[in-house]
């Protein structure tokens, strides 16, 4: 399986969620971790914390309705394994970014960009088992 190499549509989404996590920082302090910010809408305990929880998640829901609109046409996805291996993934990264203290969106555009040595930590751990796994799954088991 070969991945598209999309330098110019990657480099502008890399901006927007970079763009995003700090008009989030400046405008209400908050960090822009996605798993967190989507935990704080299923367990919230803060009434004045919804609101803009809930824009964020619309508006992730959303965001492939405005590519329609602009370039005509819907993203591609095309994922090549079954549901069931979708919702175990799931709950692996759910797991993951709970015994992690937060998510690669919240250690990666965030944490590394405010020096926390959390982060530091993660951010290599994530990547290292993201090749691991890739590894393993296109050269030892064949998938």
């Known amino acids: ?15 927007l969620i970079g763009l995003s996590a700090v008009m989030l920082m400046l405008g209400l302090g908050r960090i822009f971790g996605a798993t967190g910010i989507l935990s704080g809408l299923m367990f919230f305990e803060d009434r004045t914390e919804l609101s803009w929880r809930v824009a964020l998640a619309v508006g992730m829901v959303l965001s492939s309705g405005l590519i329609f609109l602009v370039s005509g046409e819907l993203p591609q996805i095309d994922i090549p394994v079954s549901p069931t291996m979708i919702v175990i993934g799931g709950v692996i990264v759910g797991l993951g970014s709970s015994f ?16 926390s040595l959390r982060s530091m930590v993660a951010v290599p751990t994530f990547m290292l088992t993201a090749a691991i796994t890739v590894f393993i799954i296109r050269h030892v088991i064949g998938g």
Not at 1 to 15: D, H, L, N, R, V
Not at 101 to 108: A, D, F, I, K
């Open 1 to 15: 399986m070969e991945t598209a190499f999309t330098p110019f549509t990657s480099f502008g989404g890399g901006m």
């Open 100 to 115: 992690g203290s937060g998510c690669t969106s919240g250690h990666g555009v965030c944490g590394l960009s405010r020096l």
